[in-house]
């Protein structure tokens, strides 16, 4: 404490000294004296210090008001729009090679951030946050603390997570807390990030610590948010539990019972527009917690808050969000065109103007690069950030339930033309685990990666921020089923099923449907047909279902087309993953190839019965 008192003045000092945590107080004096601020603001729970850092990212430039109160808007570098998957690496002991992830030697690492930091705070002012993940006071909440030297990304937390500062008072010795040291470096007289070559964001999971340096794009500087995420995955691999990238939503069935699912999609897969559906509710839109309670799983928002990207935002097919970010709640926009005091984005549905204010400074139609690329109005990965309480189809008693909601329904969903149908249920756990959430792959759209219909094999939506190896990941979710005296029911979903000419055999809001069958399934009041791939709605069921939720019809003949059981791409499905998981991953629990071995004898034989592809007639007859 004698270090600290010497660094901080008497009103910050007495704020740390509250807090009786020795190994707290010993990394804070450790950082603040390497870092060298100017000045030391400590944030408590209190309105007072969130409106200070509020004021802050406008006082420094890093944030602009704009015309609608409590909005305003940030932009980082124009080179610095997205996380940086090269220079984001897993510090592990010797560099030790991990399939699928980016490592580096921790004593390499850390020697190698400690000296991009060293003095990097000179003149300006250091901010010391306390956050929490999950709901407070539960056995879900891992505590945080936040350095940083951006306004603008304390302030984001604040939106997104819960505050920490009595949580650690109350936790005291005991709290097991994650760090996050991060420093934005030289600023541009934009106040944006200058020394991107220097741009590095080491993830030490030895010490449960996360460094960034020389950027200021959310997902490389919010600590708690895809950072973390490794963390947490490590330590609920450790611990038996399951950390995940998963929406939380409620699914309003009869009678109002309410029916909580997860679910994890990889990008453009129709994550986010599932969890916002306006009948229902949401929890949680990105990460969630699953832990085991007496023999049930129950999961919590890790989060409290959205960090959305905004492009294709547009009132017709997005109506709560459209609404949210046109209230004057407290909202951060990021990287959008801005002119007049109002924020514009791509596809917003309406006129944007020709000129103003953007990501790459003073913005004109048709103006370019130094690289010759057209510039956008906005980033396509501009964002939005907002508390999840302004949203009105929020569940706010289970958003903040200490011990969460029991979780009926795991959703795994990927983009996928010609395999998958719109959605079926596993047999169990395990084939569920198996053939559904570790085959997930989903193929790549030219908008993103230039080059269209690859299949990108991603289990569980989570290899890029898996942080131990995958076959450990995957034996954890087998684990963690037999904990369980009632496993959540799961299903698969593919929204972007077409036919042989091209066209989509999906409208998307089909998904509504989907989702009401699987609550009507997670508690036994439909039958289903059995195929060789698991579980698939009866005709019947569905057309009711697209009356009541859609007030539409659904022909027998969509059903079919839809519904049918395509052997030879299942097949070439469970050969690929085979592969992969043979090759590329290491200790891969055997069950894994079981369960994929039985998978194929089922529609081996299936297809000697009744050939390549099979109506759903067909099987329901037999």
């Given at each position: 404490m004698e270090r600290l008192e010497?660094?901080?003045?008497?009103?910050?000092?007495?704020?740390?000294?509250?807090i009786d945590n020795p190994e707290l107080h010993e990394f804070l004096a450790d950082w603040i004296e390497w870092l060298e601020p100017d000045k030391v603001f400590v944030c408590t729970d209190s309105p007072e210090d969130e409106a200070y850092v509020r004021w802050k990212a406008l006082y420094y430039g890093e944030e602009k008001?704009?015309?609608?109160?409590?909005?305003?808007?940030?932009?980082?570098?124009?080179?610095?729009?997205a996380r940086d998957k090269a220079n984001t690496k897993l510090l592990v002991p010797g560099g030790k090679e991990i399939p699928f992830l980016n490592t580096k030697d921790r004593d390499e690492g850390l020697r190698e951030i400690r000296e991009l930091m060293r003095g990097i705070m000179k003149?300006?002012?250091?901010?010391v946050c306390f956050f929490v993940l999950g709901p407070r006071n539960s056995v879900f909440t891992i505590p945080a603390v936040q350095l940083t030297d951006s306004a603008y990304v304390a302030h984001s937390e604040f939106i997104l997570y819960r505050k920490g500062y009595e949580e650690f008072k109350r936790l005291g010795r005991g709290a097991r807390f994650f760090r996050f040291v991060h420093s934005a470096g030289e600023l541009d007289e934009r106040k944006t990030s200058k020394n991107l070559d220097k741009r590095r964001i080491y993830i030490d999971l030895v010490g449960e610590t996360v460094y960034s340096v020389n950027t200021q794009y959310g997902g490389n500087t919010i600590g708690l948010k895809k950072l973390a995420f490794r963390l947490t995955i490590q330590r609920a691999v450790r611990e038996g539990w399951l950390s995940e990238h998963m929406f939380l939503m409620r699914v309003n069935g009869p009678n109002g019972r309410k029916t909580y699912f997860t679910g994890a999609y990889p990008s453009m897969c129709g994550k986010t527009s599932t969890a916002m559906i306006s009948w229902e509710n949401i929890v949680g839109d990105d990460l969630t917690f699953i832990m085991p309670f007496n023999g049930v799983a129950r999961g919590a928002n890790v989060e409290k808050g959205v960090f959305g990207i905004i492009q294709g935002v547009n009132p017709e097919d997005d109506p709560i969000?459209?609404?949210?970010?046109?209230?004057?709640?407290?909202?951060?926009?990021?990287n959008v065109l801005v002119?007049?005091?109002?924020?514009?984005?791509?596809?917003?549905?309406?006129?944007?103007?020709?000129?103003?204010e953007n990501h790459s400074g003073k913005w004109w139609k048709g103006k370019k690069d130094k690289e010759g690329n057209e510039i956008p109005p906005s980033h396509k990965n501009a964002r939005f950030t907002v508390s999840l309480e302004h949203f009105p189809n929020v569940d706010m008693d289970a958003l903040e339930a200490p011990c969460g909601v029991e979780i009926g329904g795991m959703i795994f969903g990927g983009r996928d033309k010609d395999t998958w149908p719109p959605v079926r249920e596993a047999f169990d756990w395990k084939h569920g685990v198996v053939t559904m959430g570790a085959s997930l792959e989903s193929e790549t759209t030219a908008a993103t990666l230039g080059k269209e219909g690859v299949r990108a094999f991603n289990p569980m939506a989570i290899l890029d921020f898996m942080s131990v190896p995958l076959g450990e990941y995957i034996e954890n979710y087998l684990r963690f089923g037999e904990k369980l005296r009632k496993a959540p029911k799961i299903f698969a979903v593919n929204y972007f099923l077409r036919d042989e000419n091209g066209n989509w055999l999906n409208h998307k809001l089909d998904k509504a449907v989907w989702l009401k069958w699987m609550e009507l399934r997670v508690h036994g009041d439909v039958d289903a047909i059995e195929t060789p791939i698991g579980y698939i709605p009866k005709y019947e069921d569905l057309?009711?279902?697209?009356?009541?939720?859609?007030n539409k019809g659904y022909s027998r003949k969509d059903y079919e087309k839809q519904f049918t059981v395509r052997v030879p791409e299942l097949l070439a499905k469970i050969e690929r993953i085979e592969r992969i998981y043979r090759e590329q991953v290491r200790e891969v629990p055997e069950e894994l190839f079981e369960v994929l071995e039985e998978e194929k004898k089922r529609l081996l034989e299936a297809r000697t019965k009744y050939g390549d592809y099979i109506s759903p007639f067909v099987l329901e007859r037999k």
């Open positions: 010497k660094l901080l003045d008497k009103e910050q000092f007495e704020k740390i000294r509250a008001l704009l015309e609608t109160p409590n909005h305003t808007v940030h932009y980082d570098s124009y080179y610095d729009q003149g300006k002012e250091l901010f969000i459209w609404q949210v970010l046109h209230s004057p709640v407290e909202i951060i926009f990021s002119k007049d005091g109002k924020p514009y984005w791509n596809e917003m549905g309406m006129e944007i103007p020709e000129e103003g057309a009711r279902l697209f009356r009541e939720v859609l």
